[in-house]
């Protein structure tokens, strides 16, 4: 009875073994979104969802996605690693900003203690208009879900840069209107001389003739 417990106990603890083992070999995790979200080729609706390193020697970045039960694989998605200075003991994942009432883009994808995570590579097509929607580089490769993991292995990745933001062209400066240089003030309009319409000679005559008419008063008197 004790052998049997023994043994029963030895096993228990080589299954776990063997499972935590198998766990840090794929890196399986289980992930519970409560929304939808955004993989390279995929849009997964809010649930519960294994993510796993494809079983392979040769190349260490291609994820799976499977259904809870693992007996529905929805995608395989090329990655390249993304490395971070602090390690954390949790998984993490990382979204781009996306516009409001769409799905949040999954980046990156980090095991509990590792120092290097899973970037995820996009569709060259999908990656171009989503560097535009969140307005930073997206990694992107000519594939799609139909590509074989053998030929996603040997994809060449590339970085798609966001498009430059066009600098708002200033209005054009208002031409000033010319000074409005003030009006000369009236000229004063010269005062006309009368015209001289008589001769002095009848004014000589008229004296003459007075003093001719004192002169015979005066010799009367006399």
């Not at 291609?62 to 809870?68: E, H, S």
């Not at 949040?104 to 590579?121: I, K």
């Not at 171009?128 to 992107?140: C, D, M, N, S």
Request: glycine share 4%; charged share 20%.
């Amino acid at each position: 009875m004790f052998k049997r417990a023994l043994t029963l106990i030895c096993c228990s603890l080589l299954f776990a073994t063997f499972s935590v083992r198998a766990d840090e070999w794929n890196k399986k995790t289980v992930v519970t979104f409560s929304g939808p979200v955004e993989l390279p080729g995929i849009v997964l609706p809010a649930g519960t969802y294994v993510f796993k390193l494809l079983d392979s020697e040769s190349n260490r970045h291609i994820v799976q996605v499977f259904n809870k039960d693992e007996t529905k694989i929805y995608t395989t998605i090329l990655a390249i690693p993304n490395y971070r200075l602090a390690p954390t003991g949790e998984t993490v994942i990382r979204f781009s900003e996306r516009p409001k009432g769409t799905p949040e883009a999954m980046r990156a994808w980090f095991y509990p203690g590792d120092n290097f995570g899973q970037e995820f590579v996009y569709p060259k097509t999908r990656a171009i208009t989503l560097a535009a929607e969140v307005k930073e580089p997206v990694l992107a490769a000519p594939v799609t879900r139909e590509t074989k993991p053998e030929e996603l292995a040997t994809a060449p990745v590339e970085t798609i840069a966001p498009p430059p933001v066009e600098a708002k062209r200033a209005p054009p400066e208002a031409i000033p209107a010319p000074a409005v240089e003030p009006a000369p003030p009236p000229e004063a309009a010269p005062v006309a001389e009368l015209p001289k319409t008589a001769s002095s000679i009848p004014l000589v005559a008229l004296l003459g003739t007075a003093a001719l008419l004192f002169a015979l008063v005066l010799k009367r008197l006399a």
